[in-house]
């Protein structure tokens, strides 16, 4: 992060400065975290739902540093007075506008990507692909929060020529929020989900809450989307402000795959782009993934880049950690992809599963954030289990909603094994698997299945 001055701080963030350091009048870094504050940062006191991180300020400042902003309206004693102390309405808010700020120093192109499931790898995708012809910034991680994605920003400097940053979200106008720091002339939406359907309702309140991207939209914006989504193929046809550009299996779509080629590590597959079928590698698997690539060629597609360029940056694609790596030990292969879990992320790990020749073990956790869709949700898993998998092993308390329909759609009962804790299923997994089982393992993130992939991998 280039300096900014206390002048712009207090600017941005339509603060008062209550109390000025004489010793230091610029800072290099916005921090949130007390034990990372030092002389060049500015603590930034935020109020979160069980820490409120005003009673670090003296903590901050033992660390050395000099600029804090807090709220007006908390009374702190400051234990010390050569510190620039700037008070504003809302810590939360502030961080954000002074971020904002900071971004709107660098006029590059700013791409925004949300959506359901794997919005993650769809972002590492499109980093790949811009990547190859300029140096582009992405969120590192899951920064794609309130917090994270001013955090990330901050990491701009003259040296970055575009930046490809995810955007989640759990409720309505957060996505609207990180879009008025952000606003991407580039929006990406890779699918509509039940992800976080307990907060939103339906998937009408999903989509509504995605196509927040679209906020600042005008005719020079586009809007590029899964056209084979029930919900997202809606747009098609439609006068809007924006461009739209979509990518799928359909043939209706402005770019679509005609056919593909999976092996277990790695896919081959043709697409339909201007009226020209074009081949492309990526060194992943999955159909989703497929998807993904599309939505990455249409990004390249309208930031000018050549193809020959998107397919050189999708040979080189990274996929992040626990996001459907597959590590191989002596006696099983694991495909690690315990990150998070919806029906359709569940789905989707399913039929990569399914492609092995090997027996297929799908080691499933509960779901979480679904609410009154949690019953059904686990359900409709325990389907797709009982289709893909030759070995279901349930962990969790909703995890028995897929027992129940895994049996229920025909899947022999001894090969269908629940437990109420990951502890308990590690202490029989050893009686369950077999020399050469290829095993997926994924759930919700508050499942914390990784200890479970360490067990398998160790």
């Known amino acids: 992060m280039n300096y900014l001055s206390i002048e712009e701080i207090v600017s941005a963030s339509k603060g008062d400065l209550t109390s000025k350091s004489e010793e230091v009048k610029s800072i290099n870094e916005l921090v949130?975290?007390?034990?990372?504050?030092?002389?060049?940062?500015?603590?930034?006191?935020?109020?979160?739902?069980?820490?409120?991180?005003?009673?670090?300020?003296?903590?901050?400042?033992?660390?050395?540093?000099?600029?804090?902003?807090?709220?007006?309206?908390?009374?702190?004693?400051?234990?010390?007075e050569n510190v620039n102390v700037i008070e504003v309405e809302n810590t939360l808010f502030a961080f954000g506008d002074v971020a904002k700020h900071y971004k709107e120093k660098f006029d590059i192109p700013y791409i925004g990507v949300t959506g359901s499931v794997g919005k993650t790898s769809t972002r590492d995708m499109i980093y790949a692909v811009v990547s190859s012809k300029y140096k582009t910034l992405k969120n590192m991680k899951n920064l794609n929060t309130e917090t994270g994605v001013p955090m990330t920003l901050t990491n701009l400097d003259e040296s970055y020529e575009c930046a490809v940053i995810e955007m989640g979200m759990s409720g309505f106008h957060e996505i609207e929020y990180l879009v008025n720091i952000v606003n991407p002339k580039i929006g990406v939406i890779s699918n509509i989900g039940?992800?976080?359907?307990?907060?939103?309702?339906?998937?009408?309140?999903?989509?509504?809450?995605?196509?927040?991207?679209?906020?600042?939209?005008?005719?020079?914006?586009?809007?590029?989307?899964?056209?084979d989504d029930d919900m997202l193929t809606t747009l098609k046809g439609q006068d809007l402000k924006y461009n739209l550009k979509t990518f799928g299996f359909g043939k209706d779509n402005t770019i679509y795959c005609t056919d593909?080629?999976?092996?277990?590590?790695?896919?081959?597959?043709?697409?339909?782009?201007?009226?020209?079928?074009?081949?492309?590698?990526?060194?992943?698997?999955?159909?989703h993934n497929i998807y993904n690539a599309m939505a990455a060629i249409l990004v390249g597609q309208t930031l000018g880049i050549s193809l020959d360029d998107i397919k050189r940056g999708l040979k080189?694609?990274?996929?992040?950690?626990?996001?459907?790596?597959?590590?191989?030990?002596?006696?099983?292969?694991?495909?690690?992809?315990?990150?998070?879990?919806?029906?359709?992320?569940?789905?989707?790990?399913?039929?990569?599963?399914?492609?092995?020749?090997?027996?297929?073990?799908?080691?499933?956790?509960?779901?979480?954030?679904?609410?009154?869709?949690?019953?059904?949700?686990?359900?409709?898993?325990?389907?797709f289990a009982s289709q893909y998998a030759d070995i279901l092993i349930a962990i969790g308390n909703d995890a028995k909603f897929m027992v129940e329909e895994a049996i229920k759609n025909g899947?022999?009962?001894?090969?269908?094994?629940?437990?109420?804790?990951?502890?308990?299923?590690?202490?029989?997994?050893?009686?369950?698997?077999?020399?050469?089982?290829?095993?997926?393992?994924?759930?919700?993130r508050g499942m914390y299945l990784e200890k479970v992939v360490e067990f398998l991998t160790k």
Do not use: W
């Open 316 to 383: 080189n694609f990274e996929i992040t950690k626990s996001r459907m790596d597959v590590i191989k030990t002596d006696d099983y292969a694991v495909i690690d992809s315990v990150y998070n879990a919806s029906v359709d992320s569940m789905n989707a790990a399913l039929k990569v599963l399914n492609r092995y020749e090997t027996r297929k073990v799908a080691i499933l956790g509960d779901m979480f954030e679904m609410g009154s869709y949690a019953e059904f949700g686990h359900r409709e898993v325990g389907k």
């Open 260 to 287: 593909f080629n999976m092996n277990d590590n790695d896919t081959t597959f043709n697409a339909m782009i201007d009226g020209k079928v074009e081949e492309f590698y990526i060194p992943t698997v999955g159909e």
């Open 32 to 80: 949130i975290d007390s034990r990372l504050a030092n002389k060049n940062s500015a603590f930034f006191a935020l109020v979160g739902e069980s820490v409120d991180a005003h009673k670090f300020i003296n903590s901050a400042i033992e660390n050395g540093c000099k600029t804090i902003v807090k709220n007006k309206d908390n009374n702190i004693e400051i234990n010390s």
């Open 411 to 444: 899947m022999n009962k001894e090969n269908i094994h629940y437990f109420e804790t990951k502890e308990l299923a590690m202490e029989s997994l050893k009686d369950i698997l077999q020399k050469g089982d290829t095993i997926l393992v994924k759930g919700s």
């Open 194 to 227: 039940l992800s976080h359907i307990e907060m939103l309702g339906s998937r009408e309140g999903i989509f509504k809450a995605k196509m927040e991207i679209t906020t600042n939209f005008d005719e020079d914006s586009t809007l590029i989307v899964n056209g």
